[in-house]
């Protein structure tokens, strides 16, 4: 049974700083492409970062370039979302995400709230 199970969101103040996690397993989690998605009230969801299978490319969006880091274990088949200087704006429920293109199947967790707010 394929799984991924996002933790570590929660309410922090402008400026803080939170680390997602995203623990994956029922597939062969180094083969994947691994993403990290937002969808805030009332908005479409968003990429906000992707990590290749060998964790050896990434790219952010540029709302979050410069302050969010996103790294994998393979090893312990976990993917990373560091958060730092959060603003209000990055308020949303953060998703993460699985792809493998060749096998064309996709993966998604339930999704972690992160609220940024004084």
């Known amino acids: 049974q394929v799984q991924l199970v996002e933790s570590g969101g929660g309410l922090v103040q402008p400026g803080g700083s939170l680390r997602l996690s995203c623990a994956a397993s029922?597939?062969?989690?180094?083969?994947?492409?691994m993403k990290w998605y937002r969808q805030a009230p009332g908005k479409e969801r968003e990429l906000v970062a992707g990590?290749?299978?060998?964790?050896?490319?990434?790219n952010y969006a540029d709302s979050v370039k410069g302050r969010f880091t996103i790294s994998r274990d393979n090893a312990k088949n976990t993917v990373y979302l560091q958060m730092n200087s959060l603003k209000p704006e990055d308020t949303a429920v953060y998703y993460c995400k699985a792809d493998q293109l060749l096998l064309k199947r996709t993966y998604w967790g339930q999704g972690t709230q992160v609220t940024v707010s004084s």
């Open positions: 990590i290749s299978s060998s964790g050896g490319s990434t």
């Open positions: 029922g597939f062969t989690f180094s083969a994947y492409t």
